[in-house]
């Protein structure tokens, strides 16, 4: 199998600041990439620019062999990419179902409570609160909600953007167990974009690691789990909340 996705050489500002710069990604069918990163790194700057909420100032995104660099999410959307953004993003004042139903909004065929049953075996929580709106549920429950909205799209390709963001570490692994289980039996190629190095590279396939916009290494992750750098400054100081510091002014493998 080839290449769902291509990034080339994509720049990428919020007004005259470069939030990445030169960077150029392969996501393979079938796979999950795991991009690694701490806070600022432009990880979910690069999801946008997949997703059409940004646009990138040079480069390419091509998906199926087809440009959708500068189009609106809309369009990126029908084409089979869900975006499952940071901080979940849920409609709150809607109930669960209808936060489901609004997943499959472009949708045209008559299977989409089909699929809704689909998400609930996935996720039998939601199914139990199908009837609540989803600003009371917790939020491991709200980012399950999310996940299973974007499933409702039927996607080829789930962007994924810190689905671990402060849940338990029950929760964490809950999620990280489901998104293989998603990428397994309902083919959906994932894009994964975690500060949490363990669960990104104990689920990848195929890692890369950003640091102030750009690519600094990429590896399968078996070999990134080995590399002293990332066991160094990823798996050994996930949780310190390290945006800001200066670290690539230490001696790593990658300059």
Known sequence: MGNLLELQNIETYYGPIMAIRGVS?????????SVLGANGAGKTTVLKTISGAMDPQKGTVTFKGERIDARDPDWVARRGIAHVPEGREVFPFLSVEDNLRMGAFSRRDSEVSQDIELVYEYFPVLKEYRGNQAEY??????????????????PELMLLDEPSLGLSPRLVHDIAEIVVRLNREQSVTMLLVEQNAKMALDIGDYGYVMELGRIVMEDTCERLREATDVQEFYLGMKD???????????RKTWR
């Open 240 to 250: 310190e909340g390290v945006r800001g510091r200066r670290r690539w002014k230490q």
């Open 137 to 154: 549920l917790s939020g491991g429950q709200q980012q399950m909600l999310a996940i299973g909205r974007a499933l409702m799209l039927r």
């Open 25 to 33: 990604m392969d996501v393979p069918e079938g796979k999950v990439v």
